[in-house]
């Protein structure tokens, strides 16, 4: 809302430093102040009203240190994190940008299914919450809008080199040419980017198209369904995640901030052409919604971390995988995120692990036998004496490492 007045102010009135907003970089800037300075002035407000209507968390018994003292803390915290994030998405970025419109949509569509969620926990006396099939079929309605959108909206397209030959003609012909010249028309197209490849990129329709090339109309299918599978499991990785105080917040706003770059990059024709990475028109807008997005979290952790004062519930981190889950697909990184968010792949992967090993060996010996002391993996570690705030302070350092063998892979292949 506010990029639309000042553009109009320039345009009508040449009002002194509206031309500002017409920058990226500004409107990120204000996007994160925005949205810190929301959620720690706001979330105080909001923590109060949570605790007035009664939200506290019923703690289960799982034999940790410090669980009893958890037990009334305020839950649904999430909406602090929603809220602190779209306001100042509402207020600088471009609304009509179709990354936008989805990212919003998906703010809004998870944090309905967490909300729903943490309601049924606290005032349905139902600790397990809403029926795991239902979240399923929310998480795959979800893919099912942000996949056929990013398939068929005319909006989301990708712009390609020139074959070297036909570089090299323009280069001969005039070499200080345009960047842009080097580039193709705008098209539309199913590639993202594989990791430490020479060649980095996958074409989905390549996995029905050696079969006949005819298939290829029916790419969306599979595109589609890798979209589902995504949004469903980065959901769930960081719903897992969210544990122990500061945990599930902290590691997402490094994740977050990684691909920040990403879209940055992605959206600059000059950083793409120079990394040699696709480059989506569009796609920068983006970092207006990360930028709110980090300053959410950031400003959240001021509540959040260890004694916690509120959170986040399924309200937040389902949100929150949902929200990474939709950036990495838009900004076609979506094959980085078993490395930048590989705390969240391990917090599931213990959990399958355990329960796996356990019906196994239930089966085979008559006794059930774990492979963790309990999981998801930050309770291991509680159980093996940890204080909390150790464990979330070095699964940070090692999130932090991951993103930047993430970002590194820009350059290594």
Not at 54 to 62: A, F, N, S
Not at 63 to 91: F, H, R, Y
Request: aromatic share 12%; with cysteine.
């Amino acid at each position: 809302m506010l990029y639309y007045l000042f553009e109009y102010l320039e345009q009508q009135f040449q009002f002194p430093g509206a031309s500002l907003f017409r920058f990226l970089t500004f409107r990120g800037a204000l996007a994160m102040i925005l949205s810190l300075l929301f959620s720690t002035i706001y979330g105080k407000r909001i923590i109060r009203f949570l605790q007035k209507k009664q939200m506290g968390e019923t703690i289960r018994d799982l034999g940790l240190a410090g669980q009893a003292e958890k037990a009334g803390t305020p839950t649904m915290g999430g909406i602090i994190i929603i809220l602190a994030t779209l306001i100042p998405v509402i207020l600088l970025a471009k609304l009509e940008n179709i990354y936008i419109l989805l990212l919003i949509i998906t703010t809004l569509w998870m944090g309905v299914i967490g909300f729903i969620d943490d309601y049924i926990k606290k005032f349905k006396n139902d600790k397990d919450g809403l029926k795991g099939r239902f979240k399923v079929m929310g998480q795959v309605g979800l893919g099912l809008i942000v996949g056929l959108t990013l398939y068929f909206n005319d909006n989301v397209t990708v712009k390609e080199k020139l074959p070297e030959d036909a570089q090299q003609v323009l280069l001969a012909e005039n070499p200080n040419v345009s960047i842009t010249k080097l580039f193709q028309e705008e098209q539309k197209s199913t590639k993202t980017t594989i990791p430490f490849v020479k060649h980095n990129e996958f074409d989905y329709a390549d996995l029905i198209t050696w079969i006949s090339p005819e298939l290829g109309k029916y790419a969306w299918v599979i595109f589609v369904i890798a979209v589902i599978f995504i949004i469903t499991a980065v959901s769930n990785g960081a719903n897992l995640t969210d544990g122990i105080d500061g945990l599930a917040a902290g590691t997402s706003a490094i994740i977050v901030l990684t691909l920040g770059i990403f879209a940055w990059v992605s959206g600059n024709i000059i950083f793409s052409e120079y990394l040699e990475i696709m480059y989506i028109p569009r796609v920068e807008e983006i970092t207006i919604y990360i930028a709110a997005f980090v300053g959410a979290l950031i400003g959240f952790l001021w509540y959040n971390t260890f004694p916690a004062q509120v959170f986040m519930g399924d309200t937040g981190s389902l949100t929150i995988g949902g929200i990474i889950a939709v950036i990495a697909i838009a900004v076609r990184k979506e094959w980085l995120i078993p490395v930048l968010c590989g705390i969240f792949l391990a917090e599931n992967l213990s959990v399958v692990l355990q329960v796996s090993w356990f019906k196994y060996t239930k089966k085979k010996y008559g006794e059930g036998r774990r492979i963790f002391k309990m999981s998801p993996l930050h309770h291991h570690y509680q159980k093996l004496g940890y204080h909390e705030s150790k464990i979330v302070t070095r699964f940070w350092i090692v999130g932090i490492l991951l993103a930047i063998i993430t970002i590194v892979t820009l350059k290594i292949r």
